[in-house]
């Protein structure tokens, strides 16, 4: 009998495998088959670091030979249907959720109920003309401005959605928060860090809906020097949404919507911007590159100035509110997560009029910015202190200081004590950083399958640094890099026409020959 049981595992492997290869139609998987393909599933998304390694590259071995077994089973299992041929296998490795569970989104229908009953002990600013400049396909509103002309200079208002007072500190949405840690922006979907009727809906700054917020109000003279200011909790409507698109025309025309109070606020920035590039603030004006995968899996590719008028203006308020957020928590002695970072080493960085060159050297000397409950310089931004308050709808550890802040404000006891919050400082130390590069990982992934589609095409692409005859160079096109074999006396910072000789979209590579 035992014999028997024996030579049926092996029959069942033998068959197992041959369905594995496609080889085999098996009408039904047995409960072992069926434990052998969970098998195959965990090599397909840990690869080596799997525990299931050693045995499924067995049973590859049987099998006509890759050089890459990994890659071979997950070949394999888009082959039999198992899994989907764009797959993110990295998101399952950083136990990040796809969906929120049901609980979890009757809990977020209920506190979203509950979003008018926060406007007590509130100050009222609705009055004041409070507009928002967001990307026209964000949905998360976190921040609006606002500017009016005062008898001595301008009153400048940085609204930030208030999080903290629709996620309570303890229950199912704050655990779903903490365990995401932040939205993450996929090309072919956003998978938001509170649910969306939360991040979306009720705490998000729409316009024509009262809203909840924390508000720094600013003072300056008419020499654009600031004089006081504050931070309160309050109600505020956002009048009007203008994408960056629009503030950039209307920054050029005083006549169009929001054109003199954006004329104002760029009045206001200028000095803030100049005071921080007098202490070494290093502006990185890279262009940003988005990614869109519709529904049917098309992919579109734009690359956007990150350097606008509109897009410096609002960035510039954005560090502002920072700043003296930071400055506040700090002067009361309130527990919170700072970020700073050490001036970059310029020496040997070439002088060079091409900016994707500059910017490549100088990415390359940077260093990752740190996370401490102890206030310090922030030299790529150019202030001291510096904490993140402005995005609590997507990134947690903005919620955390948001909550500290209102807490505050209230006059009650801070949310955290400086244990609770360094735990939150090494989670978010632990995950943040990988999953920024999942974000960029999957960018790169369809950006190359983008290009496996144009082989042959020639583009062009700027030479930023000759390695010998191996040069890397730069896509003006999609801002992707790849190793070049050009001409010799080939300098950084020309412009060079390549054709696309090949695409690998499973190690996010392209190659690439000089045209003729």
């Known amino acids: 009998e035992k014999r028997t049981q024996q030579e049926q595992a092996v029959d069942e492997e033998s068959s197992f495998i041959a369905w594995l290869s496609g080889t085999d139609g098996i009408a039904e ?86 979003a008018a009953a926060y406007g007590e002990n509130r100050r009222d600013l609705s009055d004041l003309d409070v507009f928002t400049i967001d990307e026209a396909s964000t949905v998360d509103i976190d921040d609006g401005l606002s500017v009016r002309r005062t008898a001595s200079g301008y009153e400048v208002g940085v609204h930030i959605a208030d999080a903290a007072a629709l996620v309570p500190a303890l229950g199912l949405i704050e655990d779903g928060a903490r365990e995401r840690m932040t939205s993450l922006y996929l090309p072919e979907t956003t998978l938001p860090m509170l649910p969306r009727q ?79 590039l007098v202490v070494g603030a290093l502006e990185m004006n890279r262009p940003e590159l988005k990614v869109r995968v519709d529904e049917e899996k098309n992919v579109a590719v734009s690359v956007t100035s990150v350097a606008t008028p509109a897009r410096r203006l609002v960035a510039e308020f954005m ?124 960018q790169r992934y369809w950006i190359h399958k983008f290009l496996s589609g144009k082989l042959g095409e020639e583009f062009s692409g700027v030479v930023l640094d000759a390695r010998n005859r191996d040069y890397v160079v730069e896509l003006n096109e999609y801002l992707i890099r790849s190793n070049v074999y050009l001409r010799p006396g080939t300098e950084p910072g020309e412009t060079v026409r390549l054709v696309l000789q090949e695409v690998d979209t499973w190690r996010q590579q392209a190659h690439f020959s000089q045209a003729d």
């Open 29 to 114: 998987l047995t409960p072992r088959q069926q434990g052998w393909l969970e098998t195959v599933h965990q090599f397909a998304f840990e690869g080596d670091a799997s525990t299931a390694a050693k045995a499924v590259k067995g049973w590859l071995r049987q099998l006509p030979k890759t050089l890459d077994p990994h890659r071979q089973a997950f070949d394999l299992l888009v082959g039999r249907g198992e899994i989907d041929e764009d797959e993110f296998f990295t998101l399952r490795r950083l136990g990040y959720p796809k969906s929120f569970s049901d609980e979890v989104l009757a809990e977020a229908e209920r506190l979203a109920s509950l």
């Open 198 to 276: 939360l991040s979306e809906e009720a705490g998000s700054l729409v316009a024509g809906s009262l809203r909840s917020a924390i508000t720094l109000l600013a003072q300056f003279n008419d020499l654009l020097e600031l004089q006081t200011w504050e931070l309160c909790r309050s109600l505020v409507r956002s009048a009007r949404r203008l994408s960056y698109e629009e503030a950039d025309t209307a920054l050029l025309n005083l006549s169009a919507p929001y054109g003199s109070e954006l004329d104002m606020l760029s009045s206001v920035a200028r000095p803030l911007r100049e005071a921080r």
């Open 319 to 442: 560090v502002f509110m920072n700043n003296l957020a930071g400055t506040y928590l700090r002067e009361n002695d309130i527990p919170a997560i700072y970020r700073s970072q050490d001036p970059v080493d310029m020496e040997g960085i070439p002088d060079t009029s091409v900016d994707a060159v500059r910017q490549y050297h100088l990415l390359r000397r940077i260093k990752p910015a740190r996370l401490s409950t102890s206030p310090g310089f922030h030299a790529l931004i150019g202030v001291d202190p510096y904490v993140q308050v402005t995005s609590p709808l997507r990134r947690y550890t903005d919620l955390v200081n948001q909550r500290q802040l209102a807490s505050a404000l209230e006059g009650d006891n801070s949310t955290y004590d400086i244990d609770a919050v360094k735990a939150a400082l090494f989670r978010a130390d632990s995950m943040l950083p990988d999953l920024g590069r999942a974000e960029k990982e999957r």
